[in-house]
Nanobody, 128 residues
Framework: EVQLVESGGGSVQAGGSLRLSCAAS???????????IGWFRQAPGKEREGLLC???????DYADSAKGRFTISSDNVKNTVYLQLNSLKPEDTAVYYC???????????????????WGQGTQVTVSS
């Protein structure tokens, strides 16, 4: 059974940084299994938005809104994917989710419905 657990959210002031973690179980992210893990966010009253994705063979995909301030990385020993959030703005306030799918990222960033499994989310609040 695939499980994803996010952590690292919190409250920060504008301009600050956070690193979110997505710990995966039920598959190996060391290249022996081909999986992709993406990061998404959903602000109140808005649709879920795809941000970045990384596959277990190291390929990445970024949404335009994530380029420049957000970075995705993985620790394949820990089976964990990270989302580094820099230069945070109040409009980045949202619940951040990670999700996985079998295979590479494909269009998962553009189409969150392509994900197979989701974590429970972690709240990020940015104050001005």
């Amino acid at each position: 059974e695939v499980q994803l657990v996010e952590s690292g959210g919190g409250s920060v002031q504008a301009g600050g940084s956070l690193r979110l973690s997505c710990a995966a179980s039920g598959f190996r992210f060391d290249g022996s299994d081909l999986y992709a893990i993406g990061w998404f966010r959903q602000a109140p009253g808005k649709e879920r938005e795809g941000l970045l994705c990384i596959s277990s063979d190291g390929k990445t995909d970024y949404a335009d809104s994530a380029k420049g301030r957000f970075t995705i990385s993985s620790d394949n020993v820990k089976n964990t994917v990270y989302l580094q959030l820099n230069s945070l703005k109040p409009e980045d306030t949202a619940v951040y989710y990670c999700a996985s799918r079998v295979g590479r990222c494909g269009v998962m960033v553009q189409m969150p419905g392509m994900a197979d499994n989701w974590g429970q989310g972690t709240q990020v609040t940015v104050s001005s």
